[in-house]
C-alpha cells in the first residue's frame, strides 16, 4: 500500500458531537438481556446465551428457511443474589449458511446467519475489550458500532479478556450496555452476528455463565474447541492453565492432520501472545507457553495464529525457533512456506490500558530472538517506525478484517481513538496496516509463476472486462476489495463506462463507514427512495457536495474531473488530511481553463500525485471521468 496513506486512508469521521450520558438500563424488553451467539463445532449449531429475571424464561422459538420452526429449552446456568439468571441453549439442526430468526420467552427477537461451510467470506478480529468501566464500555460500543454497520461479517473472534473482572456482573452489563452515544451497542451486534471467543486470564470466573464457548471434552478444560468454515479449520486454545496443555495438543495434533487431509487453511486462536511486542512477552508464564507451544505451531503447519493480552498491534511471521521467516513477496502477497505461522496480536478494542514497544532481553532457552520487537519488516507502515521509541500507539481502538477467498486471505486493521470521557471520536478511522497472505504457492513451487510484480494490487476482482495486464486492472482490483464500487449488470465492471455522481459519491460515502445521513430530503432528483439516497445525503450534509446550478443533484450524470477532485479535496479536509496546495498546475497546457470554484481543489490534487495530466499534458478539468480512472483516483487516494 501506498506509504502516504498514512492516518486518514480509510478515514470514517462521524463528524458530529456525541450524546450525553446516559443511564444504563439492566435489562432489555421483558427484562431479557446480555443476549449473544457463539458459533458451535459443526456448521448446524449455534449456541445462544442470554440472562433474564426469572427462573422460567427458558423458552426459546425460532423461524428459518422454508418455514423451518423449531422450540428449544434453555437451561438456566448461573444465578447471582439479585435475582438474575443466566440461561444457554444450544441451537441445533440449522442449515448453514441461512438466515434465523429467535425469540426469548415472548419478550426479545432478533436474527443471525448460521455458519456456512462453503463460498468466501470476512470475520473480524478483535482482542481485549476488558471492560472495567462505563469509559471502557462507551469505547468499545463505538467499535462495536462501526462493525455493525457491515453486513459482511460471517463471525467476529475476541481473543479474550471481554472484561476486566469477570466477577463483576456490572462490567458484563457495560459490555452489552455500552452507553453514551453508542448505548445497547454491544447488544445490538452481539445478538445479531456469531462469536468465537478465546478464554482469556480475566475471564476465569464467571465466563462461561455469561458465553457458552464449546469445548472438545473435559481432558482439555472449557472453551476448547474447534470449528470449520468454509475452507478453514480454526482451533481455539485456552492456555490459562498448563495443566491441559498436553491435551490440547493431542487435539490440535488430530485437528492439523484433518486440515491438511482435507487442504484446509489452518488457523489457532487463544489468548496469550507467545509473539509480541509489548511487556507480558517476558512473563514466565508466555515463556514457558511459548517453549511448549512455539515449536510445535511450526511442526504442525499452522498458518496463523490469532493472540490478544498485549493490547499493542503486531504481526510476523515466526518459525518455531523464535527466527523471522524467510519471506517471498509476490504481487504484494506473503508467501511464507510451512513452518513459519503469521502470529497477530489484536490491539486495544476497548480502553482499559495499552502497553508501550519495547524491545525485550530474554533468558536462554527462550524461543524469542533477543532484543525481540515484533515488527513485520516487510510492512511499509512498520518500517515508518510509527510508535516511536517509547509510544503505546496513542491509545486508539484496534479491529482487523480478515477476508478468506480460496487460498488467499486479505487483511485490513483499523483504528481509531474513541475518548468515552467526551464521548466522541478524537481521530477519524484509519488503514493501520494491511496485508495479503498466500497459502500453497511456496509449497507447490509456483512463485515463479506469480513473479510479475504489481504494487498495490489485491487478488482479482475476477472481471471478464479487466484483462490482467489493463492499466487500471491493480486499482480496479482494490477499490473492489474495499468494496467501494460495485460493479454492473451482468458481473462487468465498465472500465469505460462513466463514473456517474451517485458512484463518486457512494465511494466516498462507503470509505468513510457509511456515517448517519442528514434528515430530510435534500435534492428533488434524490428521493428517499434512491439507492444513492443515504450516501447523497451524508455528503451534502458533510460539505461534500453543493448540488448544480439549478438545485438538483444529477445523480445519473457522468462527473468530470474538476468535480471529482473538489470533491475529494472536501473529503481530504473532512477527513483531516492535510490540503497543502501548489503552484503545478501552471505547468499544464491548458491551467487557463481551470474555473475559480476549483482551482484550489486541483491545485491541491496535482500536488499530492492524485491528479496528473492526460495526453498533450493536458488537465481536461472538463472531461468526464471514466470507471477505470475513477478507480485509480480512489486507489491513490488510499
Not at 533468558?363 to 515488527?375: C, E, I, K, N
Not at 510479475?452 to 476489495?481: H, I, K, L
Request: aromatic share 10%; with cysteine; hydrophobic share 40%.
Amino acid at each position: 500500500m501506498n506509504s502516504r496513506v498514512g492516518r486518514w486512508s480509510a478515514a470514517l469521521f462521524l463528524g458530529v458531537l456525541l450524546s450525553l450520558l446516559c443511564i444504563l438500563p439492566c435489562f432489555a424488553a421483558g427484562g431479557v438481556s446480555q443476549i449473544n451467539l457463539h458459533i458451535g463445532q459443526t456448521p448446524d449449531t449455534v449456541y445462544l446465551t442470554y440472562s433474564a429475571p426469572d427462573a422460567a424464561q427458558g423458552a426459546v422459538s425460532v423461524t428459518g428457511p422454508e418455514g423451518m420452526r423449531a422450540a428449544y429449552t434453555a437451561a438456566p446456568v448461573w444465578s447471582d443474589s439479585a435475582g438474575k439468571y443466566l440461561y444457554s441453549a444450544k441451537l441445533d439442526g440449522l442449515v448453514p449458511g441461512s438466515s434465523y430468526t429467535y425469540e426469548i420467552a415472548g419478550a426479545y427477537s432478533g436474527t443471525f446467519q448460521s455458519p456456512a461451510d462453503s463460498g468466501t467470506f470476512t470475520f473480524a478480529f478483535l482482542a481485549d475489550p476488558q471492560i472495567g468501566s462505563v469509559s471502557d464500555a462507551k469505547a468499545t460500543g463505538a467499535l462495536f458500532s462501526l462493525l455493525n454497520m457491515r453486513d459482511d461479517l460471517a463471525f467476529t473472534y475476541i481473543a479474550g479478556d471481554l472484561t476486566d473482572s469477570s466477577r463483576s456482573e456490572r462490567q458484563w452489563e457495560l459490555l452489552f450496555q455500552s452507553g453514551g452515544a453508542h448505548s445497547s451497542a454491544g447488544q445490538s451486534f452481539l445478538g445479531s452476528h456469531l462469536l468465537a471467543v478465546a478464554q482469556g486470564n480475566h475471564d476465569n470466573s464467571s465466563f462461561s455463565g455469561h458465553i457458552t464457548a464449546p469445548s472438545a471434552g473435559s481432558d482439555v478444560g472449557p472453551a476448547v474447541y474447534s470449528f470449520d468454515y468454509s475452507n478453514v479449520k480454526f482451533v481455539v486454545l485456552n492456555l490459562n492453565s498448563s495443566d491441559t496443555w498436553a491435551a490440547q495438543a493431542d487435539l490440535l495434533r488430530r485437528e492439523a492432520a484433518e486440515a491438511k487431509a482435507n487442504d484446509q487453511w489452518l488457523v489457532v486462536g487463544f489468548h496469550q501472545s507467545l509473539y509480541s511486542g509489548a511487556a507480558h512477552v517476558v512473563d514466565s508464564g508466555i515463556i514457558s507457553a511459548r517453549k511448549f507451544w512455539s515449536p510445535l505451531l511450526a511442526e504442525l503447519g499452522v498458518d496463523m495464529v490469532l493472540q490478544g493480552h498485549d493490547h499493542v498491534y503486531a504481526r510476523g511471521f515466526v518459525t518455531g525457533t523464535g527466527a523471522n521467516a524467510d519471506l517471498s513477496v509476490v504481487r504484494n502477497a506473503y508467501h511464507a512456506g510451512s513452518g513459519a505461522p503469521l502470529y497477530m496480536t489484536g490491539g486495544e478494542s476497548g480502553a482499559v490500558k495499552w502497553y508501550a514497544a519495547r524491545n525485550y532481553r530474554v533468558s536462554a532457552g527462550d524461543p524469542l530472538t533477543p532484543h525481540y520487537r515484533f515488527l513485520d519488516v516487510n510492512s511499509a507502515v512498520h518500517a515508518q517506525n510509527p510508535w516511536g521509541t517509547d509510544t503505546n500507539q496513542t491509545h486508539e481502538q484496534t479491529y482487523t478484517l480478515i477476508h478468506v477467498a480460496g487460498d488467499t486471505m486479505t487483511f485490513s486493521t483499523y483504528m481509531f481513538r474513541y475518548d468515552g470521557r467526551s464521548d466522541q471520536m478524537r481521530t477519524a478511522l484509519y488503514l493501520y496496516d494491511s496485508l495479503i497472505l498466500r497459502r500453497g504457492d511456496a509449497a507447490r513451487g509456483d512463485l515463479a509463476a506469480t513473479a510479475d510484480p504489481a504494487p498495490d494490487s489485491f487478488p482479482s476482482a475476477g472481471y471478464a472486462d479487466v484483462p490482467e495486464n489493463a492499466w487500471y486492472a491493480g486499482a480496479v482490483n482494490t477499490v473492489s476489495a474495499h468494496g467501494l464500487l460495485d460493479a454492473r449488470p451482468g458481473n462487468r465492471f465498465e472500465p469505460g463506462g462513466s463514473l456517474t455522481r451517485a458512484e463518486a459519491v457512494t465511494t466516498l460515502y462507503r470509505l468513510a463507514g457509511m456515517p448517519a445521513a442528514s434528515a430530510g430530503a435534500v435534492f428533488p432528483d434524490v428521493p428517499r427512495s434512491s439507492g444513492c439516497y443515504d450516501a447523497v445525503s451524508w455528503a451534502a450534509g458533510a460539505g461534500l457536495v453543493s448540488g448544480m446550478p439549478d438545485g438538483r443533484f444529477a445523480p445519473e450524470s457522468g462527473i468530470t474531473r474538476a468535480q471529482l477532485v473538489t470533491i475529494l479535496y472536501r473529503y481530504a479536509v473532512y477527513s483531516g488530511r492535510s490540503v497543502a496546495t501548489g503552484s503545478g498546475i501552471g505547468t499544464y497546457a491548458d491551467w487557463r481553463q481551470v474555473g475559480a470554484w476549483c482551482r484550489e481543489s486541483l491545485s491541491w490534487a496535482v500536488e499530492d500525485g492524485l491528479l496528473r495530466g492526460k495526453s498533450g499534458n493536458r488537465l481536461a478539468p472538463n472531461d468526464v471521468v471514466t470507471r477505470a480512472e475513477g478507480a485509480v483516483f480512489l486507489q491513490r487516494l488510499l
